[in-house]
């Protein structure tokens, strides 16, 4: 059976579950990985050899099995021809829910030994690889804030711990849908005049196609007729992000109590690993705003650590590691470099 520790902080099985790595005929030129980043938004795919060279990205649809019915075949359509690759030598799936619940891993663990076979496989959390990437395997603290938030520390030992992700029902502070919800909210003070007057109005009823000369009859139909809540409130969140950069105040204060609640991660797992100046960094959509980034520098007290590889990285990285691949600065940085570049970033 598998076990899962619920507060997350101590994960052998299923954080870090490994397949056996078995001897390959292929010769070490040829050897390929692959790295999975999945998410509840988009999932990418990317492979490289064994020098840290990027070889191929793709993106998909998002694959997480709390949200998105259809995860298992969104996996495999995009997987397939990375499986079918002559000279795989290893994956690395980093996948959302992961080590989180048990049913939803157990199945994720199922679709990858499905698709890769007997390829020697690593599955684990996605913000984990998030952290990996981001410190290059060392130690750190790393916050996601996209749909939803979450931060992943990995200590100078190497242990996992975690806190936030609790979805959107329960937590998820300072995520996409957290300030989506507090825009709405916003949004429907002012109309009411409970509130400021702010741009976040016809920021919101022009992003939403509506009229806003009814606006109690056109917010709610439109709320009364979402198919996929989470996701389509998380999009308003830009909105806030812009116009807090512009300087309105009603979207400057629903950023700043996101930033502050994000830096409550960051402040939890130093108190809990009494490491008060452990560096830092992020991943996720939201960090893309300069707003975020600075009002989340302020609560931490200090700046961020750059990230040194994406997510897709870490997984690369993370499948690398397991096949004990000799990993140095310089495979670091060929992969980022490639990375970007094949990324167009």
């Known amino acids: 059976m598998i076990h899962i520790d619920r507060d997350g902080t101590d994960l052998p099985e299923l954080n870090s579950w ?20 999945g998410g509840g938004s988009k999932t990418l795919i990317a492979s490289a050899v ?3 060279q990027l070889i191929r990205l793709e993106r998909g649809r998002g694959t997480s099995p709390l949200e998105s019915p259809g995860w298992r075949e969104a996996l495999a359509e995009l997987a397939r021809p990375f499986a079918g690759a002559s000279g795989l030598a290893g994956v690395a799936a980093a996948l959302p829910a992961y ?15 499905e698709l890769f076979g007997a ?28 749909t939803g938030s979450m931060a992943w520390a990995r200590d100078p030992a190497g242990n996992s711990h975690r806190t936030g992700g609790w979805g959107e029902v329960i937590g998820d502070e300072g995520s996409g849908y957290w300030i989506g919800n507090r825009v709405l909210g916003a949004v429907s003070k002012a109309l009411d005049e409970r509130a400021a007057p702010t741009a976040l109005v016809d920021a919101v009823f022009d992003r939403l196609g509506l009229a806003s000369a009814d606006g109690l009859n056109d917010l709610v139909g439109w709320a009364s007729r979402l198919g996929e809540a989470r996701m389509q409130i998380a999009a308003l969140a830009p909105l806030a ?9 009603v979207a400057g204060a629903i950023v700043d109590a996101a930033a502050a609640e994000l830096a409550l991660h960051v402040k939890t797992l130093e108190r809990r690993l009494d490491a008060p100046t452990m560096a830092w ?11 975020l980034r600075r009002a989340v520098t302020k609560h931490v007290g200090r700046p961020p650590s750059p990230p040194r590889l994406p997510p897709v990285g870490g997984a690369l990285l993370a499948a690398a590691q397991h096949l004990g691949w000799p990993i ?7 992969l980022a470099r490639s990375l970007g570049e094949l990324s167009g970033s």
Do not use: M, Y
């Open 18 to 37: 490994r397949a056996p790595v078995p001897r390959h005929s292929h010769s070490p030129s040829q050897a390929i990985i692959v790295g999975i980043d």
């Open 50 to 52: 064994r020098s840290g």
């Open 99 to 113: 080590g989180e619940v048990e049913a939803a891993s157990a199945a994720q663990q199922q679709a990858i030994g």
């Open 119 to 146: 390829v020697p496989q690593r599955l684990l959390n996605d913000v984990d690889a998030a952290n990996i990437g981001a410190f290059a395997g060392g130690p750190g603290i790393l916050i996601l804030a996209g």
């Open 241 to 249: 992000l812009a116009l807090a950069e512009q300087g309105d105040p």
């Open 281 to 291: 960094s992020f991943a996720g959509g939201l960090f893309a705003s300069p707003a």
């Open 328 to 334: 140095d600065e310089g495979w670091i940085d060929t």
